[in-house]
């Protein structure tokens, strides 16, 4: 059965302070992983498609990375508005048809 | 195009009444899909349709639930004689097409369900 961790649960850091957010999955056969954001009472928001070990996507102060069994969401001098769930995702082995998410990861950023 | 969009955005009900949601996908969508989230977790797929074909139905769809497309446009969720575990929040999301896209999937911003 597919399955995807997340880490931390949750992550407190002062506006400025660059961290990683940790997503591992089991998966057969890796079709791509998906990050998404999510603000409280909303939808995930899409935020990358990474298809491939070693392939870095990036989005203002965003950077998404992709080894064979894991992937890292950079955040890199973070501002309050980050402050959110940050939720991973990979396509089943299935089909693309159902993506199984983490639990994500709650970043709140102090100023 | 204004995205997904659900209706109701909350909706309250009694245990044992039936509720419907609707959701409608961005018009060029040909996917489309339901994911209930619970508070804490990641949205759990339920099922999704491809134009007015449902497709795969997730083993968390009891007989209590169903879902339509008409058509292929607008899709309903409904689920009957609601139980207190059913409350969550419903997630509706389209997409291009069955291959990895660029661009994920859209998500409305879900209908939050409440059973009292």
């Known amino acids: 059965e597919d399955q995807v961790t997340q880490s931390p649960e949750a992550l407190r850091l002062q506006e400025g302070e660059s961290s990683s957010l940790n997503c591992s999955y089991t998966?057969?056969?890796?079709?791509?992983l998906f990050w998404y954001r999510q603000d409280p009472g909303k939808g995930p928001e899409f935020l990358f498609t990474l298809y491939s070990a070693g392939e870095e996507k990036e989005k203002e102060r965003l950077k998404a990375t992709l080894t064979k069994k894991e992937s890292f969401l950079h955040i890199t001098a973070p501002k309050p508005e980050d402050s959110a769930t940050y939720l991973c995702a990979v396509p089943s082995s299935g089909g693309y048809q159902k993506v199984t998410f983490g639990t994500g990861t709650k970043l709140q950023v102090i100023p | 195009d204004t995205g997904v969009s659900q209706n109701p955005r909350h909706k309250i009900t009694k245990r044992g009444q039936n509720v419907t949601f609707r959701c409608d996908p961005i018009?060029?969508?040909?996917?489309l899909y339901w994911y209930r989230q619970t508070l804490g977790q990641g949205p759990e797929f339920l099922t999704y349709f491809q134009n007015e074909a449902q497709l795969e139905k997730s083993r968390l769809l009891s007989d209590r639930f169903s879902a339509e497309r008409p058509k292929g446009s607008f899709s309903t969720l409904e689920i009957q004689r609601t139980e207190q575990g059913d409350s969550a929040m419903y997630l509706c999301?389209?997409?291009?097409?069955?291959?990895?896209?660029?661009?994920?999937?859209?998500f409305g911003s879900g209908t939050r369900l409440t059973v009292v």
């Open positions: 999301a389209s997409s291009v097409d069955s291959r990895l896209s660029n661009y994920g999937y859209t």
């Open positions: 998966v057969s056969g890796l079709r791509g």
């Open positions: 018009s060029e969508h040909n996917r």
